[in-house]
C-alpha cells in the first residue's frame, strides 16, 4: 500500500457511504461545520458549480479525512461508527463484539453494541480499527496499517551505509574541492560562507563536504552541529546526510541527533556524530544549561549554519559565547550557506565579515556572465527553471501599513486573517484554479490554517484531488501527502508556512501565492520550492502566480515587486500564451 487513498478507494468509500449506508447529510454537514458548509455553497453557486450533492459531499469529506475518516474519539467521528454498526446484521454486530469485547462491561443486547463499540478506542493499525473497516467493507487502508513509522519522531537514529545517489555536476563538485581546501588548510579555525543560487545544490554540496571530512572525527566522539531555520530544513539536512553517509559506503554506522522540534537528547545516548537543530531550541537550551549540549558544543568538530543570513542576531551572538566558553577561543570550523540572491551582494558580505570568513562560490566556464546575474546563468544553463510571473488583478487598493508586525516587519495575523475571509478574494483564487490544467503539480500558500483548509475543501468539491499540510499535520501523513503530489495523484497542495522550506518536488509547474509579504526572502523561498531546472530533473518553466497586486504598504507594493525587479522576471498578463511565443521564439 502507497499510504494514501486511491481514485479506486476513494470511489468504493463514496458509494458504500452514499448507496449502502445511507448516510445522512446532517451528520456529514458536521464534519466540516454548518457556517463552512453554507459558505462552500455560496462560493459553488458564484462559480455556476450549483448546490453541493451528497455525492459531492461526501467525496470531499473522504478525501479531506483521508485515512482518518473513521479514526479519533471526537462525537461526529463516533456518530459515524455508531451509524455505520447499526446497519450491520444482528449475527454480525454480535461476532464483532465478541472479537472486540468492551474492557469491564459485558453486553448481551445487540441493541446496545452499536454505541459501545464507536466508543471503543482507536488505534490506527490495531485490531480493532482494521476489524470495523473489513467488517462493514471499507477499504483496509482505512485502518491505519498503511501509514509508515515515522522515525522523525524519534530523537535519535542510526545510519547505516551503502546507498547510491546522483553524483555532483562539474560546479558542485568544484564547490566540494574548494570548501575541502579551505578545511584542509585552516582546520579549526576554517571561518567560510558558500553562496548557490537558490536550488543549485548547496545543502548536499555541504553535507557531502563535511561528511568527507568529518568522517575520522566521529569515530573521536566528535559532532557536526547542524543548524537550520525551522523543522523542515531539519528534517531536509538529516534526509541528505542519511544519503550521502550511505552512498559513500563507510563501515560504521552515524548516529543522528534530533536537537529540535522539543526532542530532548540523554547525556548517556552521546557518542559522537551529526547533531541537527534549531537556532531556537539551541538558544532555549543554553539558557537550561542543557548538559547534552553542554557536551556537543565542548566536542563540536564543525558548524554549518544555513540560511546563514539569520547568523547576525542575538540568538547566535549567545550560541558563539557558549561555544566559546566550552571550546576555546579558537572553536571549530564554521561555515554559513546563503542563497545568491538576484540583489546585491551586501547581505552576504556582511556575513562575510563578520565571521572573517572565506566566501566560496561556484567556478563555472564563463564567470563574467555568472557575476552579471549567477539566476540567469542558472536559468540558461538549465540548473533553474525559467519562473513566468502572472500578477492577478485583485480588487481595490488595501493598505497594511498598520498591520505589520514589529518583531518580523512582515503582515501580521490580523491582516492575513481579513483576506483570508475575503469572499471575493476566495472566488478570484478559485476561479484561477479551476483554469489550471488537469494533471499539473500546483503549490498553494494560503494565508491561514483555516484558509488552505477551505481553498482545498473547494477544489475537491469541484473534483480536483487536493491536500492541506499545516504545522499540526503529523510528520508521517505530511510525508504521505508530499509523496502522493510528487507522483501526481494530488493536483494542488495548500499550505501555510511549512513548505517554505526544507522542501523537494521537482515537477511542480505551479506556484500559487495567496498569501502577501513584504519579505523578500520569505518570498524567495515560496517561488524557490518551484525552480528545479530540467538539469536537476524540474522542469523548463514554472508558472508564479500572485494574487497580491491590490496590497501595498505605504503605497507601495509588496516583496513581489522587488523579486520581480532582482530577478529580471518579466511579468506577464497570460501565461500559457507567453510560454507558447518563448517557444515560437527558440
Known amino acids: 500500500m502507497s499510504g494514501f487513498l486511491t481514485e479506486n478507494e476513494i470511489e468504493q468509500t463514496v458509494e458504500s457511504l452514499v448507496n449502502v449506508y445511507k448516510i445522512d447529510r446532517s451528520l456529514l454537514i458536521k464534519f466540516i461545520g454548518t457556517d463552512k458548509y453554507i459558505q462552500m455553497n455560496k462560493m459553488l453557486l458564484n462559480l455556476n458549480e450549483g448546490l453541493m450533492d451528497d455525492y459531492q459531499l461526501v467525496r470531499m469529506i473522504v478525501i479531506e479525512k483521508g485515512l482518518f475518516l473513521f479514526a479519533g474519539s471526537n462525537d461526529i467521528v463516533r456518530d459515524l461508527r455508531s451509524l455505520l454498526l447499526k446497519q450491520l446484521n444482528k449475527n454480525i454486530l454480535i461476532q464483532l463484539y465478541d472479537r472486540n469485547p468492551i474492557s469491564n462491561r459485558k453486553i448481551q443486547s445487540p441493541t446496545h453494541m452499536p454505541k459501545a463499540l464507536a466508543s471503543k478506542r482507536w488505534i490506527m493499525g490495531g ?46 563538485r568544484g564547490l566540494k574541492e574548494k570548501m575541502l581546501s579551505v578545511l584542509n588548510k585552516e582546520q579549526e579555525k576554517t571561518r567560510c560562507v558558500v553562496t548557490l543560487p537558490t536550488g543549485g545544490g548547496k545543502t548536499r554540496v555541504a553535507v557531502e563536504s563535511f561528511i568527507d571530512w568529518m568522517q575520522p572525527r566521529f569515530n573521536e566522539g566528535k559532532y557536526l552541529l547542524w543548524i537550520a531555520q525551522g523543522e523542515e530544513l531539519c528534517e531536509q539536512a538529516i534526509s541528505c546526510i542519511t544519503d550521502m553517509w550511505q552512498e559513500r559506503e563507510f563501515p560504521e554506522s552515524l548516529r543522528v541527533y534530533r536537537y529540535f522540534g522539543g526532542k530532548t537528547i540523554k547525556y548517556e545516548s552521546l557518542i559522537g556524530g551529526a547533531a541537527i537543530s534549531s537556532i531556537q531550541q539551541l538558544y532555549s537550551r543554553i539558557q537550561s544549561n542543557d548538559e547534552s549540549l553542554n557536551e556537543i558544543l565542548a566536542n563540536c568538530g564543525a558548524m554549518i ?27 571549530f570550523p564554521i561555515c554559513g550557506l546563503t542563497a545568491t540572491p538576484g540583489r546585491s551582494n551586501e547581505e552576504t558580505m556582511t556575513l562575510v565579515n563578520q565571521f ?28 533553474l527553471a525559467e519562473p513566468i510571473f502572472l500578477l492577478h488583478e485583485d480588487g481595490e487598493e488595501i493598505e497594511v501599513a498598520d498591520y505589520i508586525d514589529n518583531e518580523d516587519a512582515d503582515l501580521n495575523q490580523e491582516i492575513l486573517t481579513i483576506l483570508a475571509n475575503d469572499e471575493r478574494r476566495n472566488y478570484q483564487i478559485i476561479e484561477y484554479m479551476r483554469s489550471i490544467p488537469l494533471g499539473s503539480s500546483s503549490l498553494v500558500y494560503a494565508c491561514t490554517v483555516a484558509h488552505a483548509e477551505f481553498l482545498a475543501m473547494m477544489m475537491n468539491s469541484i473534483g480536483r484531488n487536493s491536500s492541506v499540510i499545516s504545522a499540526d499535520t503529523p510528520r508521517s501523513i505530511r510525508r504521505m501527502h508530499i509523496a502522493a503530489f510528487k507522483r501526481g495523484e494530488i493536483e494542488f497542495l495548500f499550505n501555510y508556512g511549512v513548505l517554505t522550506t526544507g522542501f523537494d518536488a521537482p515537477k511542480t509547474d505551479h506556484i500559487l501565492i495567496c498569501r ?31 494574487f497580491s497586486k491590490n496590497i501595498k504598504r505605504h503605497g507601495e507594493p509588496l516583496a513581489y515587486a522587488r523579486f520581480i525587479k532582482e530577478w529580471q522576471i518579466r511579468e506577464v498578463s497570460s501565461i500559457d500564451q507567453s510560454i507558447i511565443k518563448n517557444k515560437q521564439l527558440n
Open 305 to 331: 549554519i544555513d540560511e546563514a543570513h539569520h547568523a547576525t542576531t542575538k540568538s547566535y551572538e549567545i550560541l558563539f559565547n557558549k561555544c566559546k566558553e566550552l571550546a576555546g577561543e579558537d572553536l
Open 516 to 546: 502577501p509579504t513584504s519579505s523578500i526572502i520569505l518570498y524567495e523561498q515560496m517561488v524557490g520550492r518551484g525552480l528545479r531546472g530540467e538539469r536537476f530533473g524540474g522542469t523548463e518553466y514554472c508558472k508564479v502566480i500572485d
Open 127 to 172: 485490531r480493532w480499527a482494521r476489524d470495523f473497516v473489513q467488517t462493514l467493507g471499507f477499504p483496509l487502508a482505512f485502518s491505519g496499517i498503511s501509514i509508515p513509522k515515522d522515525h522523525s519522531t524519534d530523537p535519535i537514529q542510526d545510519i547505516e551505509p551503502r546507498k547510491s545517489v546522483p553524483p555532483l555536476v562539474e560546479y558542485q
Open 356 to 383: 572573517e570568513a572565506y566566501l566560496i562560490h561556484p567556478s563555472l566556464p564563463d564567470m563574467r556572465r555568472y557575476e552579471l546575474n549567477p539566476l540567469l546563468y542558472f536559468r540558461e544553463e538549465g540548473y
